[in-house]
C-alpha cells in the first residue's frame, strides 16, 4: 500500500509528505489496522493540501500583516498536532488500539486526545483563514486576478474528501438486479416525488427566481460547504414560494451534476392534495428513498436499507417512524455532504410529529454536513429559533421582477394585450404593479379573468374592480359560481370541494365522480346523474383541478383550502358531511359487492372509499368536536351513525352487513363478533358524538370485559387505547373498577398506549389505575416491551425513564428477564444504551425468561440489525461472556451464537455470525466451559453438532486439542433438531460430514466421544409444519 501511495505524493508536499511516506510504510496485517492507516493518511493529506493553498493565498502581499501572523501561527501548531499524531500512529495500531484510532478518525465528534486536538487545530486555522480572507477582500480589485480565483475554487474542492475516499461510500452500497431495486424503492416509498417536481418546473417562466439563487442569504448557506447550515423562504400564502423551492432544487441538481464527490440529495413537496402529503412520515419514508443512492447514482442502494426493508417485510409492516429517523441519519453520516429540501413545511401536519423539529434534530445529530432548505408561511413557532440571517422573506420587492417576466410570458407578449390601445396596455400594466402585492397566485388569477374581457370597457371595469387580495379573488371566483349558476349546480360544486377537501388520500377521479352524485337531501340520500370530469373541472374553476396523468382530484393551491375554512367548510364540517353520505351509501345503496378486500390506502371505488373510511372521518369529527370549545355534535350525524351501528347494547343488521362485506380486514379482526357496538365505539373514539351513549350508563363491567377476535384478552380497554380517546379510557377503566383483579386486557391497553406513544392514557395507567409498568402481567413487563418493541419508539422508552417508574433491574417476565435482555434482542440499539445510561446491570444474570443474560440475548438476535453493534457496546461495558446462565435456552454466549446462527445460516448472516464469535473470544470467552444448561452442554459441542467446522477450528485454536477433546467428552446432544427445507438438510449433512473429518483426522476425538455428541447418521422425518418441515429425533 505505502509503496503504491508515494508514487501518487505531489514532489512539492516537502517534509509533510515525508512522514506520510514514512506511515505508509508501517506494515499491516488486518482490515482494520489498513482502514485505521488510510483514515489517518486522508485526515493528514488534507490538512496539507489545504494548508499549501492557504499559504499560498495569504500573504504580506495580500492580507493584512496581523492576519497573515495569526494564520501562520495557526497553521504551525496544526502541523505540529498532525506530525504528533503521524508519530504516535505506529504505535496505536502495534499496541492493538487499532479501534479507537479508527473510531476517532470516522467519528470526530467522538474523538479524543491527538484526534480531537487535531481537529480542534484545524477548525481555529479555518477560521483564522476566514479573517484573511475578508482582508484580501477589501485589498483586492474587484477584478480578481486568474490565479487567485483559481486557488479559491481548489480550496472549496478542498471542502469535501478527496475523491480517493469518498470509495468508502461505494463500499457500504449494494448493487441490486433492476426489478428488485423497483420493488424496494416501491416499498420503501411509492410517492412520485419527481413527479411534482417536474410539474411546477415546466410550468415555471424561465429566468424565475434567478434573484434567489444570487441573493446573499442563498449563497451564505452554501458558502461553507463542511458545515450545517438551515435557511428558510419565508412568505406568505399565494407568493410563489414552491416556485422559488423548485429553482433551488434545480440550482442543487445542477451543482451535483457536475460535481465528482458522492453526495446525497433528496427533495419533496408538502401539498393539500390530500392527507397523504401533509403526513411526516410520507415525507421521511421519501427521504428514505431518495438518499438510499447516491444523488444521480441509482443502481446502487444502502445494505443498510436493504436489511432494514427485509426486517420490515418479514413483520407485515412499513418502514415506521423510527425506521425511517435511523436509516435517514446513516446517510446523512455516510455521505461527504447531504442537502434536503423540504417546500410548504407549514403545510405538514404536526399532529403526531413534528417535521422541522426532527429535521434539526437530524441536523444535530449528523456527523457530516447537512444543508437544509425549508419554505413555511411567517406564521409559524418554530421559525423563531431561527436567526434573521437563515431566512430569506418573499415580498413584493423581490418577488416584482419575477412577477413581471410571468405577465410578459403570459400576457404581454400575446395578440389579446399588444391589439390594445397604449392607454389600455398601460392601465392594465398599472393594475399589475400597484396590485398585486408580490403575490404569484393572485397575478395568475387575474391574468386568466382579464382574458375573458373582449373589449375596452370590460377591461376597464375589470381593472376597477380587481380584488385587492387573494382570499378577496376567491370570494369574487365562489361569486362567479353562484351567479352564473342555480343551486343545483352550486352544490354540486360544493359536494366535489368537501370530497376533496376531506379525503384521506387525494381521490381518484371514478371515486369523486361517483361521490358527487350523492346528496342529500333531508334525511334521504339521492342519487343524482353523473358528470364528467370536464363539467366539474367548468363548473369549480381555479377551485378545483384533476392530475391528468395519476387521475385524482386535488386543490391548485394551499390557499383554496384556507379560503373554504373561513368560509365555515373546516375539515370538521366536511367530515361530518362525508360521515353522512358514507353511511348512507351503505345503508340504502344496493351494493352489488359481497365481499371488498382490505384497502387502507389506493381505493379504488366509491364503495371501497367508504366502506373503509366512515369510521375514520367519524373519528376525526369527534376529535374536532372535543377541541373545540361549544361545539354541538351534528345531530343529522348522530341520528345517522346510531341508525347504522344500532344500539349500545346490541348492533343492527346495517353495521354487521358491513362487518361481513370486510370479512379478512383489520376492521373485522378487531371487531368481531359483530354484535359488540361497543368495539367499534371504543376504536375509533366515538365519545362526542354519541355522549349520550355514555353517559346513560348502559355501558357495564360484563361488557367493558368482554374480548374481541383479535386476540386472546383482547377487550374494549386496549382498543379504546387504540383510538386514543382519553375519555372513553377513563369511562371503561372506572366501569371495570380499580379493585378489579388486572386483565390481560389492562396490559394490551398499556402496549397499545406506548405503540400509539399516547402520553396521557399511559399516566392514567400508571397513576390511577396503578398499572406498574415493571410488573409482567402476560408475557413481559411495559417497560420491557417499550425496549424491544419495533412498533414502540425509543423517546417512549426515555420518558418512562424520566417519569420515574422505570426499576431498569426489576426482573419479571416469561420472555427476557428484565428491561436491558429484551432491548438486546431487540432490534434498536438506542433502547440499549438508554437503559446502560438509567444504571442497567451489564452482568445480571436472571432467573427466568428464555435468555440468561443481555449478552447471550444480543448474540441470539436478529443479525444485521445493530447485530455487531450491540454485542461491542455491551462487552465494552463490562459484560462477561463466560458468565454462568440460571435460566433459558443456551447455557453460554458462545453456544449462544452458534445455536442462533444454525436458524438463518445465509451467507451473510453467517459472516455477522463469525463477526461476533470473534468479538467474544477477544473478549476472553472460554470454549472448553462445560454447563448444565442449553442443549450442548458447550460451545464447542454446539459448533461440531451444527456442522460449523470453520467455528469449531477457531475455539480449538483458542482452548488446544487436548482440552477440546475433553470437553467434548463431557458434553451432550439435544433430543432433536428441526430443518426449514431439504436445501438445509443437505448444508447441515455436508457441514457435519466436514466436521467428524476434521475431528477425527486432525483433533484426534473418538468415535464414541462423535457419537455421545450428536454426530451420527439419523434419517429426517417429515413433520407436516409448513415453517419447520423435517426433524431429526436422537435416542
Known sequence: MGDLAINFAPPQAGVPWAAAKALLRIPVKHIEQMAALAGTVQLFTRIVRRGQVYEHLYNATTVDEEA???????????????????????????????????????????????????????????????????????????????????????????????????????????????????????????????????????????????????????????????????????????????????????????????MPHDEGFAFFYCNRSGPLMLDPLIVLRSFVRQLSCKAYHYDRIQTSIIQKCELAKQEGRDLSYKDCKELILVSLNLYPKTTLILDALDESDISTYNLAGILIELMEKATKPVKVFISSRPDREYLMALEDKHIITVNSDNQQGDIEKFLHKTLYSQFFFNRRQAEIQELIKETFRSRNGGMFRWVYLQVKSLLKCISDDAVKTWARTVPRDLMTAYDQLWENIREQHNEDDVALAERAIKWVLCAFEPPKSDILLEAVRYSLEGDVLVQKEKHSEEEILLLCQDLLTIDAERQIWMLPHASVAEYFESKNMNLGKCDIFASITSLSFMMESKSESSHLKWRYYNLNTFEEYVSFTWPRHVQRYDKWLGSTKG?????????????????????????????????????????????????????FGFYYVLRDWWEEGKINKEMALKECNFKDGYNSLPLAAQGGCLPIFKYLVEVIGLDNPLTKGHCWAMQEAIDERNKDIVSFLVEEANIDVNICYLFETAVQYVAKSWRAYTDMLQWLI??????????????????????????????????????????????????????????????????????????????????PMKCGRFGSALEAVIASAFEDDSEVKMAESKQSLELLLEAGADPAITNDRGDHGSALTAAAFYGFKDFLKMMIDVTGREQAIECLGQSRCPGHLSFRDEEHIERWTQGKSDTVTYLTNQVGVKNETLYSIGLRDVEPEETGDSWRKFVVRYD
Open 631 to 683: 361545539a354541538d355534535p351534528d345531530q343529522t350525524l348522530v341520528t345517522t351513525l346510531k341508525r347504522f351501528l344500532g344500539s349500545v347494547e346490541e348492533s343492527g343488521d346495517h353495521y354487521r352487513n358491513w362487518l361481513k362485506k370486510v370479512d379478512g380486514s383489520y376492521y373485522h379482526w378487531v371487531l368481531t363478533p359483530g354484535n359488540m357496538t361497543l368495539f367499534v365505539m371504543c376504536r
Open 802 to 883: 424520566d417519569q420515574g417508574w422505570v426499576d431498569v433491574n426489576r426482573e419479571g417476565g416469561k420472555n427476557y428477564g428484565t428491561a436491558l435482555i429484551a432491548a438486546a434482542m431487540s432490534t434498536k440499539i438506542e433502547s440499549v444504551e438508554i437503559l446502560l445510561k438509567a444504571g442497567a446491570e451489564v452482568k445480571a444474570t436472571v432467573e427466568c425468561g428464555l435468555y440468561g443474560s443481555a449478552l447471550v440475548a444480543a448474540v441470539s438476535a436478529l443479525r444485521r440489525h445493530h447485530y455487531i453493534e450491540k454485542i461491542q457496546l455491551l462487552l465494552s461495558h463490562g459484560a462477561d461472556p463466560n458468565q
Open 68 to 258: 497573515v501572523s495569526n494564520l501562520r501561527d495557526a497553521l504551525r501548531d496544526l502541523y505540529i498536532a498532525a506530525i504528533e499524531l503521524l508519530a504516535r500512529t505506529d504505535v496505536l495500531i502495534k499496541g492493538g488500539l487499532v479501534k479507537q484510532t479508527l473510531n476517532a478518525i470516522l467519528r470526530p465528534e467522538q474523538a479524543s486526545d491527538l484526534v480531537s486536538d487535531l481537529l480542534m487545530k484545524e477548525q481555529k486555522v479555518s477560521l483564522e483563514a476566514q479573517v484573511c480572507e475578508a482582508s484580501r477582500s477589501a485589498k483586492t480589485s474587484l477584478k480578481m486576478d486568474e490565479r487567485i480565483e483559481a486557488l479559491l475554487t481548489n480550496l472549496d474542492k478542498l471542502s469535501t474528501p478527496i475523491s480517493r475516499i469518498d470509495k468508502g461510500v461505494d463500499n457500504l452500497l449494494e448493487e441490486v438486479e433492476k426489478d428488485r431495486l423497483e420493488r424496494l424503492m416501491d416499498f420503501i416509498s411509492s410517492e412520485k416525488f419527481g413527479k411534482g417536481h417536474i410539474t411546477i418546473k415546466e410550468s415555471r417562466i424561465e429566468g424565475t427566481g434567478d434573484w434567489l439563487i444570487n441573493h446573499e442569504g442563498l449563497c451564505d448557506w452554501q458558502a461553507v460547504p463542511w458545515s450545517s447550515t438551515l435557511l428558510c423562504l419565508k412568505g406568505t400564502v399565494g407568493t410563489g414560494k414552491t416556485y422559488l423551492t423548485s429553482r433551488v432544487i434545480d440550482h442543487v441538481k445542477q451543482t451535483l451534476e457536475t
